[in-house]
C-alpha cells in the first residue's frame, strides 16, 4: 500500500480504521496527534500533517490524544515485507536493542556506522533510533500504568528507563499529563501479584482457529501448551525466563507474562506480536490474494489467516531441523524429548523446561538424540553455527544472508531454509518450494509453481491457505530428502 497525502486525507475524511497504524495525523491547533479512525471532529484538512511513526509526531511537538490512544495501534505492517536496513532497524528497535545496547550496539550488530544509521532513519521514518525507542518506552510504559499494580519504579524499569526522572519527563511530554494521572485511567486486568496482563491489539479478522490450532499442533511438550482457551510458553529471553499465556479474544490477545527480570518486558512483546503476526494488513493481503481465482474461494472461506511465527528464533531454527523428514506431530514429541533431557529446568508443573540452547544440542551425546546419524549431524553443525554466530537468525538479521548461511550447512535445503524464514524470520514471502502439503495443494487447485509468483509479496500466506485445503494439521514435509 502506497501512503501519500492524498490517500492519508481520504483515510482521515472516512475515519477509516484500516489505516490505523499506517500513519498519524497530527493537529497544528492543538498540537495533539491521533489515529485516522479518532472520534473526535474530524480537523480540517490544511490544519493537520501526517507522520508514519509516532514517534516522529510526538518528536515534533505533538502529543498522544487521550482519546483514541494513537499509541495503542497494532505497528505498521509495511515493515514486514522489507529486508534493507531501515526495516532490520526498526525491528530491532522493537526488541530492545538500543535499550541494551545503545545506538552503537544497534549500528555495530547492523555493520554501519551510527552516523549511518542515525541518517537512514530519519529520511525513512522522520526521527532516529533514540526517539523510535523512547516512544516504544512510553508507550510500555502507559500500558504497565494502566493494567498492572506495579510501583512506579518497576515500570519505569520495566519499560526501559534508565531513570524516574527521565520516566516522569517522557510521560508528560508524551501523554500531557503525569503517570499518577495515567494510572487513574487505568483498566486492569484480574491477576497475581508479580504477573503482567496486557492488551496486545490487532486488525480484524484474525483467524483464531487457524493461527493458534497451527501454534497447538507444533506446540514443543514441556515447553508449550495449549489447553483450549490459553496458549502458554516458556521461553529465555535477554535478562532471564518468561512464562507467558496469550488468550485470544474478539477485541485483543490478553497477555500474562511472568519474567525474571522486568527488562525483558519490552522484547517479550515485541515477540509476541511477531508470533501471532498482530501487525498484519489481513485486508490489504486478503484483496491480493484474492486477484488468483483459485485462491479467492479459499480466502472468502476463511478471511484473516495469519502467519505463525515463535517467539524465540533460535529454538525455532532448531526445531525445523529436527523436524525434517517425520510429520508434525512425531517432530513435537521429539522436539520435547530433546527439552526434557538437555532443556533447562523451570521448577513448574506446567511448563517444566526451557527449549536446549544450541550449545546443549551441539554438544549431547549420541543416545539423547534419537534421530538418523545424517539429520543428528545436520542438527550438531546447526547449532553449532548458532552458537558461534556463524549463522544470525535475531530479530534484526538480513533474511537472505541467513538463508545462505543456513544453506551451507550439509544437510539444510530448501525446505529448512524455507520453514526457518517463514516462522522463525517472519518472511511474509516464503513460497516454501518441495512441501509435500503445498505441492499437493497446487496440484488440486491445477497450478503450477511459476503462477505462485502473482501471489509476491504475500506468499508465506498463501501457504496457510494451500494448507487449509488438506486435514490441519497436515504432515508438513518436505518433498524429496534434502542434501546439501
Not at 93 to 110: K, P, Q, Y
Not at 200 to 215: E, I, K, T, W, Y
Request: aromatic share 6%; charged share 25%.
Amino acid at each position: 500500500m502506497e501512503i501519500d497525502r492524498l490517500t492519508c486525507e481520504r483515510a482521515l475524511e472516512a475515519r477509516d480504521a484500516r489505516f490505523d497504524g499506517w500513519f498519524f495525523t497530527a493537529v497544528h491547533s492543538t498540537k495533539i496527534y491521533c489515529r485516522p479512525s479518532c472520534p473526535a471532529r474530524t480537523p480540517l484538512l490544511h490544519r493537520v500533517d501526517f507522520y508514519s511513526t509516532a514517534a516522529a509526531a510526538q518528536a515534533a511537538g505533538y502529543r498522544a490524544c487521550k482519546r483514541c490512544r494513537p499509541d495503542a495501534v497494532p505497528g505498521s505492517p509495511a515493515w514486514a515485507p522489507r529486508t534493507d536496513v531501515a526495516a532490520r532497524s526498526v525491528r530491532l528497535i522493537a526488541d530492545g536493542v538500543v535499550e541494551r545496547e545503545g545506538v552503537a550496539g544497534l549500528a555495530a550488530r547492523l555493520h554501519y556506522s551510527t552516523r549511518h544509521i542515525q541518517r537512514l532513519l530519519v529520511e525513512e521514518v522522520g526521527v532516529g533510533p533514540l526517539e523510535l525507542a523512547r516512544a516504544e518506552r512510553a508507550r510500555i510504559a502507559r500500558v504497565l500504568l494502566e493494567t498492572t499494580d506495579l510501583p512506579m519504579s518497576q515500570v519505569a524499569f520495566g519499560a526501559g528507563f534508565g531513570s524516574l526522572r527521565q520516566f516522569n519527563d517522557t510521560i508528560r511530554e508524551v501523554f500531557a499529563c503525569t503517570p499518577s494521572e495515567v494510572r487513574r485511567r487505568r483498566r486492569p486486568e484480574p491477576g497475581s501479584s508479580g504477573v503482567v496482563t496486557l492488551r496486545l491489539a490487532f486488525r480484524r479478522p484474525l483467524n483464531v482457529d487457524s493461527l493458534f490450532g497451527h501454534l497447538a499442533a507444533t506446540a514443543t511438550p514441556g515447553v508449550e501448551e495449549w489447553d483450549g482457551e490459553s496458549l502458554r510458553q516458556a521461553v529465555r529471553l535477554n535478562y532471564g525466563r518468561a512464562f507467558v499465556s496469550l488468550r485470544p479474544t474478539a477485541d485483543f490477545i490478553v497477555m500474562r507474562a511472568e519474567l525474571d527480570d522486568l527488562r525483558d518486558l519490552t522484547s517479550l512483546v515485541s515477540r509476541v506480536r511477531a508470533q501471532l503476526d498482530l501487525d498484519a494488513d489481513p485486508e490489504l493481503i486478503a484483496d491480493h490474494l484474492s486477484r488468483s481465482s483459485a485462491l479467492a474461494p479459499l480466502v472468502r472461506l476463511a478471511p484473516g489467516r495469519r502467519l505463525p511465527g515463535s517467539l524465540d528464533p533460535v529454538a525455532m531454527t532448531l526445531r525445523a531441523v529436527i523436524g525434517q523428514h517425520i510429520s508434525t506431530k512425531a517432530a513435537a514429541t521429539l522436539a520435547g524429548s530433546l527439552a526434557s533431557s538437555l532443556g533447562e529446568l523451570t521448577g513448574r508443573q506446567d511448563l517444566t523446561h526451557l527449549f536446549p540452547t544450541p550449545e546443549a544440542l551441539a554438544g549431547a551425546s549420541e543416545d539423547l538424540l534419537t534421530m538418523p546419524a545424517a539429520r543428528r549431524a545436520t542438527l550438531r553443525a546447526v547449532a553449532t553455527a548458532l552458537a558461534t554466530g556463524d549463522v544470525d537468525v535475531s530479530p534484526g538479521c538480513d533474511r537472505d544472508v541467513a538463508r545462505r548461511q543456513l544453506a551451507t550447512i550439509r544437510g539444510v535445503g530448501p525446505w529448512t531454509c524455507g520453514v526457518v524464514a517463514m516462522r522463525a524470520l517472519g518472511d511474509p514471502d516464503e513460497p516454501l518450494r518441495g512441501d509435500l502439503g503445498v505441492r499437493r495443494a497446487l496440484a488440486t487447485l491445477d497450478l503450477r509453481e511459476e503462477d505462485t509468483q502473482q501471489w509476491r509479496p504475500w506468499r508465506s500466506y498463501a501457504v496457510q491457505y494451500l494448507w487449509a485445503t488438506s486435514d490441519h494439521p497436515v504432515n508438513h514435509l518436505p518433498a524429496t530428502k534434502e542434501t546439501s
